[in-house]
């Protein structure tokens, strides 16, 4: 099972390697009220070691646009948990909850914008900023419009058109009501959401490890998460046939 890849951006290849027990562990520990682009950047940080050529920085990792993180994100999870997402949508008419099955894609790095457009690509830092914003939209186009003389509504289709890839879209059909209805998805977002989610496996993965295997904590939180998964389902499967 790969353990890293290389993945190209606008700033450069960048590597990234799969996530450890130890990134689990960090993100136990982070604070419930840090706001997800910065959460985010710290998960990128520990998970992507070089950027551009270059040893990888916490404002490096900052500065890139949305659509570069994202796609870190996107290489973080297919490293870590595999090709899918699985994820629990809303509808939005009958409030029904419904699986979805997402395929982790990858998609090119998109095309730098032109000389004298009147937006910049946003960054990890402008979300970051805007933490909180009573706006955020307006908040966010006030710190990217080079032009600001121009109308939100122009704005907001000039940075549409220079990063589409920004902003991941589901479709879905509510199998409850049958309506169908367009869902946005924030990669970040969803993959700290199902890190969260997994910490109990976490906890049983080191407990059947050290027990069976005496691997010192260190060893088996340095794992990269699906090595460690392997171990445990092998050490699962010789038990049951032991029970048996």
């Not at 009958?94 to 937006?119: F, I, Q, T, W, Y």
């Amino acid at each position: 099972m790969a353990r890293q890849a290389t993945v190209e951006l606008r700033a450069g290849p960048a590597v990234v390697r799969a996530l450890r027990g130890s990134d689990e562990e960090w993100l136990r520990e982070l604070d419930r009220d840090t706001p997800v682009p910065r959460a985010t950047t710290e998960l990128l940080s520990r998970c992507v070691p070089r950027l551009g050529g270059a040893a990888a920085t916490l404002d490096a990792i900052r500065a890139l646009t949305l659509f570069d993180r994202d796609r870190l994100v996107l290489a973080a999870w297919r490293l870590s948990l595999g090709p899918r997402m699985e994820l629990v949508l809303r509808c939005p008419t009958c409030d029904a909850l419904m699986d979805a099955d997402v395929e982790v894609d990858d998609s090119p790095p998109g095309a730098a914008p032109a000389a004298g457009a009147r937006v910049r690509l946003p960054t990890g830092g402008d979300l970051e900023a805007i933490a909180g914003a009573e706006d955020p939209a307006m908040a966010l186009l006030e710190r990217c419009a080079v032009d600001s003389t121009a109308a939100r509504g122009a704005l907001e289709e000039e940075l549409e058109r220079l990063d589409p890839g920004a902003i991941a879209e589901l479709d879905a059909d509510c199998p409850e009501c049958g309506a169908s209805f367009t869902t946005a998805l924030d990669p970040a977002m969803a993959l700290l959401a199902e890190l969260g989610r997994r910490q109990p496996q976490l906890d049983r993965d080191v407990h059947l490890l050290s027990l069976h295997y005496h691997w010192p904590l260190r060893e088996i939180l340095g794992m990269a998460r699906l090595q460690r998964r392997a171990y445990v389902e092998r050490l699962l499967s010789q038990l049951d046939v032991a029970a048996a």
